[in-house]
């Protein structure tokens, strides 16, 4: 494997700090629910507003972002979410904690989305599939050990100590980010001659067109290109289909904590290894999701959805035993996030010449979807179906996702590769904007 190129090694530590934030509360909602006096399904609301505040955020900030250099963006997106994790760890009450949440998921979605393409475009064609699956192994980093550090800390120091590690995470972020971008700026022209000598490159909408645009150098695609992009059948079937399907991982995921200690019986020392071993799961299931994504991108999300639905249908029993449970944090944790390089993949595929705003739109169906699994969960909990209940409702969800993929896979296969409306879009692959 060539040596990546170290901007991509600072989103990945960017995609941690943000991962964490988004995965840290699940090991301490028993002790902010106590905390607080609030409920499990209010201490889930703190997770589903910050999926939303990352949905919502994701495209404005995207939008914005085809006005400034990627690289001003990705700075901009890792200060504010510093800011937001500062007013939370320094928040009094429930309503402080809340806003800090949202203002740090305002910027996390676009810095996925944009890290996302951005990583993408510095590799060769063949191994996009796995560049993005890098800067995800950013995110799966952060949950192999966010939560498990989150629920280590809230058990040691407190759960406010969670979020000072968020700030901790995202002060590295920013500075290497700082470092290796301002280092990074001809190394884009290098990588943009590298592609272009590529012309076959089979990854439709990411060629010189795209590249030319990398660190600002030249005009983007327009905003116009980029909102045309989101018009096509084939990008909503596949928003759609991260949305729904991914949404059933969060269903269960926030709230197993309390299910391993009251359903399963663990004590509360267990969570921070069972945590682990869920995280270990989606480290192998990220890089197996990536690979084969590389190879087919639509049988990819068909297989990976289906085992998830599988998968959670089955953890409603498994959370009954304690050896079944251990078996099943690693599995559950391996098919959760097998599924998110080829549905991120696909979406960029389908939006063709103009993949930032798609790809962030797919980062708020990402988290769109967790936010309505969380709070289904927190529903069905707060409505007395029992803690366990949480995983068949996610395997609603998810299967969900999974017929949409299914009713949608035309819309992708059947289109030619380059769409006639977008000829007049992609330049030569000899062209340069210099």
């Known amino acids: 494997m060539r040596k990546l190129p170290l901007a991509i090694w600072a989103m990945v530590v960017g995609a941690f700090a943000m991962g964490a934030d988004e995965f840290i509360v699940a090991g301490v909602v028993r002790e902010i629910a106590q905390s607080l006096n609030v409920t499990i399904g209010a201490v889930g609301a703190l997770e589903s507003v910050y999926a939303l505040g990352v949905a919502i955020g994701a495209p404005v900030f995207t939008a914005l972002g085809t006005r400034f250099a990627r690289r001003s963006m990705l700075l901009t997106t890792t200060g504010v979410f510093l800011l937001g994790n500062l007013v939370s760890a320094l928040g009094p009450a429930y309503d402080t904690i809340m806003a800090g949440r949202i203002i740090s998921a305002m910027a996390h979605g676009a810095f996925l989305g944009i890290a996302a393409v951005y990583a993408a475009e510095l590799v060769d064609p063949s191994r996009k599939g796995r560049a993005v699956a890098i800067v995800f192994s950013g995110l799966t980093a952060s949950t192999v050990l966010g939560a498990p550090i989150g ?53 439709e909408g990411l060629d010189a067109h795209a590249l030319a645009h990398l660190g600002g150098a030249g005009q983007g695609p327009t905003m116009r290109e980029q909102l045309a992009a989101l018009r096509r059948p084939a990008v909503w079937g596949a928003l759609l289909t991260t949305m729904l399907g991914y949404g059933g991982v969060f269903t269960s995921y926030v709230y197993l904590a309390p299910q391993i200690t009251e359903v399963t019986g663990f004590e509360a020392g267990w969570v921070t290894p069972l945590l682990l071993l869920f995280g270990i799961g989606l480290f192998l299931g990220n890089h197996l999701g990536g690979k084969l994504a590389d190879r087919a991108v639509m049988p990819t999300v068909i297989a990976t959805l289906g085992a998830l639905a599988v998968v959670l249908f089955a953890m409603t029993f498994a959370i009954e035993s304690r050896p079944a449970t251990v078996v099943m944090m690693l599995v559950f944790g391996t098919a959760a996030f097998a599924v998110v390089a080829p ?64 009713a949608t896979w035309r819309l992708v296969d059947q289109r030619p590769a380059v769409p006639a409306d977008h000829h007049h879009h992609a330049p030569p692959a000899t062209h340069h904007h210099h």
């Open 151 to 203: 629920a280590a800390i809230g058990q040691a120091f407190g759960w406010r100590f969670t979020f000072w590690t968020l700030v901790v995470f995202g002060g590295i972020a920013l500075l290497g980010l700082i470092g290796s971008l301002g280092r990074r700026g001809t190394a884009d022209v290098h990588h943009e001659h590298h592609h272009d000598s590529r012309p076959g490159a089979e990854f």
């Open 343 to 406: 549905l991120q993949l696909r979406v960029m595929m389908a939006a063709g010449q103009a993949p930032d705003v798609a790809s962030a739109a797919n980062i708020s169906a990402f988290t769109l979807g967790s936010a309505i699994g969380i709070y289904l969960g927190g529903a069905a909990i707060d409505g007395g179906l029992g803690l366990s209940s949480v995983n068949w409702v996610g395997g609603l969800l998810t299967t969900a996702g999974l017929l949409t993929a299914l």
